[in-house]
């Protein structure tokens, strides 16, 4: 009996050993921090956003203006743009060199076939005299740089 009695108050002292050394550990919330911590959060956030609203023009006086005039609202980042107007630029150059070999070409009529490049990729329509004619087209299509494919619905008459 001596030996339960002695091991029931050595479990009720190890348990309580226990409980302080892992109730020190908690994690206590000062409220009053933590209030301000969020406020000063949310004071930055909407600064941020504020910056952001501005840089794009965003307000609604030149969403309106913008609107009225153009009958859109478009934003791109600054490297899309970029990509998008190289882009362009590469397929206006590789339409005009190809519509400049038809022109020097006999035998096709720069005049007969339409040309257009969208990513690289040339779309030839319109009309031949022969379909040796049509493979000279597409084939001066083909030995164009920066060409990626051809689309050719050039028809014999």
């Known amino acids: 009996m001596k030996a339960f ?15 302080y050394y892992f109730d020190r ?8 921090r933590a209030g301000k911590d969020v406020n ?22 030149n969403l309106k203006d913008e609107l009225s005039r153009t009958g859109a609202i478009i934003r791109r980042k600054a490297s899309e743009a970029k990509s998008a107007i190289s ?15 038809l022109a020097l070409d006999p035998n096709l009529s720069a005049l007969a076939i339409s040309v257009s490049t969208t990513d690289g990729l040339v779309t030839m329509s319109g009309t031949a ?23 050719s619905t050039i028809n014999v008459k």
Not at 40 to 59: M, P, Q
């Open 5 to 19: 009695i002695v091991g029931t108050i050595f479990g009720i002292l190890l348990t309580l050993a226990g409980i």
């Open 25 to 32: 550990g908690t994690i206590r919330v000062d409220v009053n």
């Open 40 to 61: 000063e959060a949310t004071t930055n956030a909407a600064g941020r956003i504020r910056e952001k609203v501005d840089s794009l023009n965003l307000n609604s006086t």
């Open 87 to 101: 882009d362009a630029a590469a397929d206006t150059r590789i339409t005009a060199t190809i519509k400049g070999k």
């Open 129 to 151: 005299t022969s379909p040796e004619n049509v493979q000279k087209a597409i084939q001066i299509a083909w030995d164009t740089e920066g060409v990626t494919g051809v689309v």
